[in-house]
């Protein structure tokens, strides 16, 4: 269990809590937002496309893996209350849990 809100099967793909200033001017105190996106219904894989890489015997490669969680919300409006949560199977299987996880594959790159 997550909280007090767990996921049928247990499972959590995303738990990205904090706070954020939802002001049109981005002027005001910031607000809780919490997003813990489950259920089977949102495994999501996220492919990164095709990158060659040299690998030599006894070097070290690294790969730099950038996450943006800005993209997570995109499409999102957070200037309303009701965007700012989502904890339970039934928020996550509403529009708003729907869009975040669609958002998740868009976060990741590399080089």
Known sequence: MVGK??????YV??????KIDTSHNMDKAPVPFVYKIGTNNHFIQV??????????AEAYVYGHL????????????LNQAGSL?????????????????????AMFTYE
């Open 66 to 77: 950038i996450v943006d969680y800005s993209k997570l919300f995109n499409g999102i409006t």
């Open 85 to 105: 949560s989502v904890k339970t199977a039934a928020e996550n299987n509403a529009a708003l849990g729907q869009k975040i996880a669609n958002n998740i594959p």
């Open 13 to 18: 793909f995303l738990n990205v809590q904090g």
């Open 47 to 56: 492919n990164m496309g095709e990158k060659e890489f040299s690998i030599e």
């Open 5 to 10: 809100h767990g996921q049928p099967g247990g």
